[in-house]
């Protein structure tokens, strides 16, 4: 569900709470199992709601992609994308607010973050937007199986298939990057998370109807080509607003429950492995 549930974290997505400020302290290792293992529960729990968005978007309609039959389709590549994608983002984060140290009390801390999240976004994108592209082309097409979609993809279009919709993907994740770090209890942070990430989702929703309208565009048209300028003009042009603002109400509702759902699977994912971790020799 493109990194749904891995939104909820402020600014570095995992550094809102106490739990998962752990990031500042030891513990990288469980930190980063946690975050991948939550991503795929959310990821998986969530993704007929991804897959309805998904078919609102589609240049075709919602009942010609599919309606609300096999709503599981393409789930295999959300699967296996989301753990390697949750790790790339932890660690490039993690390395950049390193290599960009400042006081804690700088005022350019703020502008670290977002910096170290921007990064996690522009290499997380790099193993997220091939599997958006596969399980995308899957949810609209569920006769069809997902390694067949892939091995289409790679010989009529070659790796750069497999990149359709990257500038779109990354200006919308950065969007959500670029969000001020503030630290509070995890409750505090599910509430507040629901309703900025509702917030946040309806914003950047023309940028995800040109992420899909990119992906799932017939190969040599002039939408496959990635401008987003282009496709959202296409939408606003046929669909008007509508168009612009297609699957917002599943999309808000998987995002504010990804939240809550994302923060209890981490948190509890994220003890059980220190707690392992201090009865191994």
Known sequence: MNGVAIRFCSVSKYS??????????PGFMASL????????SVDLILYPLDTIKTRLQSPQGFNKAGGFRGIYAGVPSAAIGSFPNAAAFFITYEYVKWFLHTDSSSYLMPVKHMLAASAGEVVACLIRVPSEVVKQRA????SSRTFQI?????YQE?????????????????????????????WQSAVCGAFAGGFAAVVT?????????????????????????SAL??????QGLAGLFAGVFPRTAAISLGGFIFLGAYDQTRSLLLELGRGSP
């Not at 809102?16 to 302290?25: D, F, H, P, S, T």
């Not at 199992?33 to 795929?40: L, P, S």
């Not at 949810?139 to 569920?142: A, F, G, L, R």
């Not at 750069?160 to 990057?177: D, I, K, N, P, Q």
């Open 16 to 25: 809102l709470c106490g739990v998962c400020g752990a990031m500042e302290r």
């Open 33 to 40: 199992v946690a975050g991948g293992i939550a991503g795929v």
């Open 139 to 142: 949810q609209v097409s569920s």
């Open 150 to 154: 892939f091995s289409n993809v790679l």
């Open 158 to 186: 070659g790796i750069r298939g497999l990149y359709r919709g990257y500038t779109s993907t990354v200006l919308r994740e950065a969007l959500w990057s670029w969000r001020q770090d503030h630290v509070v209890d995890c």
């Open 205 to 229: 929703t023309p940028l995800d109807v040109a992420k899909t309208r990119i992906m799932l565009a017939k190969v040599g048209s002039s939408t496959a080509s990635g401008n987003v300028l």
């Open 233 to 238: 003009h296409g939408v606003w042009r046929t």
